[in-house]
Every structure is written in C-alpha cells, then in structure tokens.
C-alpha cells in the first residue's frame, strides 16, 4: 500500500495551482442524472472520489468522456468531462458503490425527481461522526416521497404525478440534504421553500449549473432557497469552482513552513474566515489578480483559538489542518468542533510527532511545541491525513503517512504540488 515520505525542514516557494472543488464537482456531476442532455463540466479535479463517483453515474447510465475521449485513456490536471444520461437504466444504488463514499448517497435526489423511484444504499464517507440521514428523508418527505428503510437501503418513492412543491424548514444545517433538496425540487410540480439552507459556495455552485440547465433556483448562498420546479432540464456547460478546503490546507501548509506562495486560480472570498485566522497566526496573505499570496517570513506562529461552524465560519474540513498548524505556535489555543463528533482522530497521530493536545469533549487544547520530530504516522481520513503531511513538513527527519487512499480522495496531485515549491514529499510503493 502506498505512504507519503515527507523530510521536514524546507521553506515552501513558488505557484500551487488550485484544483477544482472535490465537494462542489460530485453534486455537479450528479446533477447530470436529471437531464437526458449533455452536462459537461470543466475543471474537474482528478480524484479517486470523482473516480467512483463515475463508476457510480455509469451504473445508473450515464454515458462519460473525458476531454472528447473515454475516461481513464488520458489523465490531465483540470479535466473537462462530459455527462449524458439519456436513461436511467437502473434507480439503484447499491452498497459496494455507495459504502465508499459519503456523497453517492446524493443520487437519491435526482433518480426520485426524474424516475419517481429510488433505491440507495445507507451512505459510508470518512469516518467522522454518525453521519445519519434524518434530513435527507424528512426533506424528501416534505416534497410527497414516501420513504422506508430495508436491509439498509433507503426506498424512495415519487407520488403518481411526481414530487410536490413544498417548503421544508432543516431542523439543522446540512450541506449535502440542501443539495439533494435542491436537485430534488427542480423537477418538482410548483415551488419548493427550503429554510435553514446550507450557504457553502459549493451549494451555489450547484445552484448556477442547475439554473444553466434550466432550473428556477434562487437564494442559494443565503438560508432561504427557492425553487420553482420545471418540466425537464437540459445540458450545460458549467466550471466547477476553485477548492477552498485545498486552497486552505496549501495557506496553513506555507504559514507553517514560511516562504512565499502563489496559490494560483482560487479565490480568497471562498475562505474569508480560515484566511483572517491564517493572517493571525501570522502569515500575511493578500490577493493577487491570479489567486492568493501567502507569505511568512522570520515571525514565528501565534497561538490562535477557533471554532468550526457552517459557512461562513471556520470549516470543519480545515479544523485538522488548523490544528496540525497551531502544534507549532508559541503559546497555547484551542479548537472546538462543533459539526462533527468525531472529528478528532489526527489528535493522536499529531502526539507521534510530539504535538502536545489534550482533548476536552468537542475542544482540543494546543500547547505550541518548538519541534515536532518525524515519525511514522497513519490516516484516519481525508482532512485528518493532510493535517500530518503539513506537521510532516517541519518535523526534524522523515515522516511517513500509511493509509494515503484517504489523501487521494480530495487532494489532486499533493506530492508533485508540494515538490515543485521546494518541500521534500514522495510517494513510496511497497
Ligand atoms: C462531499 C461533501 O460535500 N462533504 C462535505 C459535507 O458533508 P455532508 O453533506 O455529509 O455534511 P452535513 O452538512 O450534511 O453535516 C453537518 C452535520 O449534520 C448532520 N446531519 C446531516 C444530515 C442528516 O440527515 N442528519 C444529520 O444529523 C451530520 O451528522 C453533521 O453533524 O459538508 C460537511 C460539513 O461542511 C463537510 O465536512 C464535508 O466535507
Ligand atoms: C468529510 C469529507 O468528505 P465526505 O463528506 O465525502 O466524507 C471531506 O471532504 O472532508
């Protein structure tokens, strides 16, 4: 199985260029299966979580090509890939597709609007908390499905006519239920209401595709969605937006080594939150016309506390590599996770390296440490495993991270990125 070697002690410099969202591009791609249209979608990252999640669309009939040929015949940075779907072929999803990935459960909002049936396994996904799927049924629910659960499945059902309009107020945020509600409703007889929406950008992205396909979808990236359901969708061609969870991990990944960095086509307002605590820490980052610079020279890394929320607050999906980043600071801070249970698994991987953290239920207290030293070290999930590649980075001697499959699900590219800006990183097969 594959490791990343990382020997610590380089400064970063130079351009990372940023892929394209891992959690706006599997909504997208999943919007084709309400079309029997051409989707295409550019800036595509190459992930094994897109990977499966083409396997996963091509069980259901979508027919896929990568930049004019059949995927796996050409691999680039950036892909543009095109999405057709003339029938669903079969509404199943089933648990060896689905168990690999918490966003394939998704579909079940697409397959229920076009075909008025849906069969789906239960999701699987990082290990990071129950993850249940209340919101998703009592969401569905809410449109007219009827919904029960078998043998760990979800079987969905449309009334005769298909889904009804409604407005459907979420008990709590979710991203993924805002999408699938979204999805859901835009083939839905009348206008559907959702409150308490998630307002990640990643949901107005899938807003603009569905709009360019046709969809009457408003207020996406405020808690207030409105969706005014059409007959059918068409194709469009739709670029997926810059990852903010990768631009991120690169900012917290230059503040912990220092240096000077173009992260090369993101946009900073994606991150206004994990930025303005990046800037604390004591990087200095500023926009420049192709992406964000961010630059730490000679000052050391203050101690900064933050608390994970639904955007526009600090992202759970960079708490593990803000704390990777806080085991180096000269003082003591402390980070609270209040969007997952269990999101703390990179605490005891971090303490190989000599990371001082000490966990008080939802909050992990930081005492900043002058020196990690390397060490072998394991994954537990995908934010966690790149939260050791950035202490990984300043550890005195090599630090080795088992269970990269966790690493290639959301980051494009990680080593030859790094490597190019300086840092010593390789891939190890045994
Ligand atoms: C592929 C993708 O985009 N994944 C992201 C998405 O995950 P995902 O969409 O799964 O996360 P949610 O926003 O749904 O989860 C937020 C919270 O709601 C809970 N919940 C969710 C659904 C439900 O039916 N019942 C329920 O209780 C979850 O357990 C969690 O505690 O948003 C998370 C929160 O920003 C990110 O960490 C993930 O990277
Ligand atoms: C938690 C994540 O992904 P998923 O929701 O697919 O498990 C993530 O992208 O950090």
């Known amino acids: 199985m594959d490791r990343i070697r990382i020997t610590g002690g380089n400064e970063l410099h130079g351009i990372i260029p940023i892929s394209g969202a891992k959690n ?49 015949q050409g691999e680039s940075y950036a892909r543009t890939i095109h999405f057709t779907c003339r029938n669903i072929v079969d509404t199943t999803a089933p648990y060896e597709l689905v168990s690999k990935m918490r966003a394939s459960f998704w579909v079940i909002g697409p397959l229920l609007a076009r075909e008025g049936r849906a069969r789906v396994s239960l999701p699987g996904g990082c290990a990071i908390g ?6 998703f049924i009592e969401g ?16 969905a ?31 839905a007889n009348g206008t559907t209401t959702i409150g308490n929406a998630a307002r990640e950008p990643e949901v107005v992205d899938l807003a603009n595709c569905l709009n360019a ?119 003591v801070s402390h980070i609270t996770e209040t969007i997952f249970e269990n999101r703390f698994m990179h605490v005891q991987e971090l303490a190989r390296l000599g990371a001082r953290i000490t966990l008080s239920g939802q909050t992990a207290k930081i005492e900043g440490v002058p020196r990690l030293k390397g060490a072998p070290v394991m994954a537990t999930d995908l934010r966690a495993s790149v939260s050791l590649v950035i202490a990984g980075l300043v550890a005195e001697g090599d630090t080795t991270v088992s269970r990269v499959y966790h690493l290639d699900r959301g980051f494009e590219r990680l ?7 300086g840092a010593i990183v390789e891939r190890v097969t045994d």
Not at 130 to 135: A, I, Y
Not at 140 to 155: Q, R, T, V
Not at 266 to 289: F, K, M, V, Y
Request: glycine residues 12%; hydrophobic residues 40%; aromatic residues 4%.
């Open 140 to 155: 569905l629910a809410a449109l007219g499905a009827n919904i029960e659960i078998d043998s760990g499945y979800i079987n």
């Open 213 to 331: 396909m046709g969809a009457k979808v408003t207020g996406a990236g405020t808690s207030t969605i409105t969706i005014e359901g059409v007959t059918s969708l068409s194709g469009a061609r739709h670029r997926v937006l810059p990852d903010r969870i990768e631009t991120g991990t690169y900012a917290m990944a230059v503040a912990m080594t220092g240096g000077d960095v173009i992260l090369e086509g993101t946009d900073a307002s994606l991150l206004d939150t994990a930025l303005e605590a990046i800037r604390r820490a004591g990087a200095e980052i500023t926009p420049t016309e192709t992406g964000i610079r961010v630059y730490r020279n000679g000052g050391g890394i203050k101690p900064v506390d933050v608390v994970t929320d639904p955007f526009p607050g600090f992202p759970t999906d960079l708490q593990a590599q803000f704390m990777g980043l806080m085991t180096r600071s000269s003082g």
């Open 24 to 72: 706006a591009a599997l909504p997208l791609m999943i919007a084709s299966l309400l079309t029997d249209d051409t989707l295409t979608l550019e800036n595509v990252p190459h992930l094994a979580d897109v990977e499966q999640l083409i396997r996963i669309l091509g069980n259901h009939g979508a027919d896929i090509s990568v930049n004019g040929r059949r995927e796996r």
């Open 415 to 421: 080593e030859e990125k790094l490597t190019r800006c």
């Open 130 to 135: 129950t993850r249940p799927v209340d919101l």
């Open 157 to 187: 059902t449309a009334p005769t006519g298909g889904l009804i309009g409604a407005r459907y107020v979420f008990p709590k945020v979710s991203v993924g239920a805002t999408h699938v509600m979204m999805m859901a409703a835009t083939l």
